[in-house]
C-alpha cells in the first residue's frame, strides 16, 4: 500500500513516477492504508490517470474531496496543485532527478525527495546530505531498506554516529532492496555535530523563536551572610531523608534504559511530563510510555507512536493533552534537527516545544552531565527566598537561577536542585512550613515561624499563613497540609 504500490495503476512511466511522488506527498501523518485509498479516488477524480495534466485540469475541490481522509488534506491539495503546475512549467510534466529540486517543490522534503528517486527513477546513489546534487561517491555506506523500517545509515566504525543519516520512512508494496547512501565523512575525525538542518517539513513544528537564555547577571549578587551554616544544616537533615525526588525524580528515567541516547532522551521526557506534577505521577507515567512504545524510550518509537497511545500512558499527568503534542514535535525535531539525540546546549533545548530553562540546565546535568547552569524549580525559588538569599526577594525562578549562578560555587549548583526540592517536599513545604523541626529554625532562616499550631484547611488561608511566614514568594499550593507542633508525622520527629 505504500509510494512504491501508487505506480502500479500507471501504464506510462511518467505517471508511474508523478504517482509516486503524490503517494509520497500525501503519507506524511497519515497511515499507508489511508494513503493508498486517498491515492485510488484522486486517481479517479482526475479521470482514471494520475497525470500531472489531470491533476492540474482538476479544481481544488475535487482534489480535496479524494484526499480528505489523509492528515493535512487541505494543505495537501494546495501542495500537490502547486507541485503540478511546477512540474508542467520547468520539468516537462515529470518529476525531477535530483534531491535539491524535488525538495524545492511545495511540500516535498528530504524524504520524500530520497524516496521518489529510488522508486521513480531508480536512483540508488544517493548524497546522504538533505539537500545536494546527487553524487556517486565511494564514501557510501549501505543499508537495507525494509518494509515500514527505518532506513538507517550504518557508518563505519571510523565515522562518529552524529554524522550518521537517519530517516523514518514508509515504503510498503516493493521487494526488499538495499539502497546505498552517501554519507558525508567527518571533517576532523572526531565527534563535532554538524549544523542543524533547517528544511522546513510538514507536519514539524519550527523551533521556537526566542532570545538566548542569559547565562549571567552583569553585577554579581552579593553572597548572602551564613549561607554555608543554612546550607550544611540542610544537607544534614536531607541526609537523613527519603524524599519522593530521591526514588522518583527524573533522573531516575534513565536507569531503566540501556543506551546511552535513549538514557538521555527518557531523562528530557520524564522533564516534560514533571511541570505541575508529583514526582510519583511523573515517574509511573514514564513507567507506562515506555511500556506503551515497546519497551525503550527512544527517539524513534516516540515519532511511530499514535498520539492517543501516548495520552492514555500519561493521562495522570498535569496538561497530558498539551503534553501529548510537546512530546510528539520534540521527538519529531529531534529526529529531524539532533540526529535522534538530546541536544547539549540550553537554547537548543529551550527550542523544543514544553522545554523552558528549569528542564534544560536539568536535563543537562542529568543527561550529558554538564554544569552550565541550575535548575530552579519552584522549590528552589521558594526556599532560598524563605532563607534571605535574594535582597531584594525575587519574582521568578530565572531571577533565582542568575542570582544563585552569580555567588554559589559552582560545584554545588548540580546537587542544589534536589536537596531543596527533597527539603521542600518534606520539611519547607509550601504551605505550612515545618518550621518546629526544621534546623534552621534557631537564628539561620529569617522566614521561621516559632511554635506556631496552624490548622490548615482552606486555600486561602494557607496563603495568608504562608505568607506570613517571610517575605512574599509565589508559591506552589501542592496538597492540604496540616501542621502542628508537635507533629508526629514529622520526618525528623525521631531525631
Ligand atoms: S525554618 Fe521554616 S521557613 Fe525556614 S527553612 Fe526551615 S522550614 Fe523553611
Redesign the pocket.
Known sequence: MGAGAAQLGETIPKNQRFATLVSLMLSSQTKDEVTSAAVRKLREAVGGSLSVDAVLATNDDAVSEAICKVGFWRRKTDYIKRTARRLQDEYDGDIPKTVDELCSLPGVGPKVAIIALHVGWKIEHLSGSPVSTLTPTSESSHTTLRRSKRIKVESGPSEPRDDARSLLVKFEGLEETTLQVAVDAPATGTSKRKPATRVKREGTTSPKKQKPIKQALETPHPTPARWSE?YNA?KEMRSRIVAPVDTMGCNRAQLEETIPQNQRFATLISLMLSSQTKDEVTFAAVGKLREAVGGSLSVDALVRADDSVISDAICKVAFWRRKTQYIKQAAQRLCDDFDSDVPKTVDELCSLPGVGPKMAFLCLQDAWKLNVGIGVDVHVHR?TN??GWHKPPTKNPEETRLNLQSWLPLELHPEINALLVG?GQT???PVG???D?????DG??????KGTTTRVKTGKAVVAAARK??PEVEIAIETETVDSVRDPSSPLSDA
Open positions: 543554612a540542610i526556599i524563605r532563607l527539603f520539611i519547607c513545604l512550613p515545618r518550621c523541626t526544621c534546623k534552621l529554625n539561620l532562616c529569617p522566614s521561621a515561624r511566614a517571610g
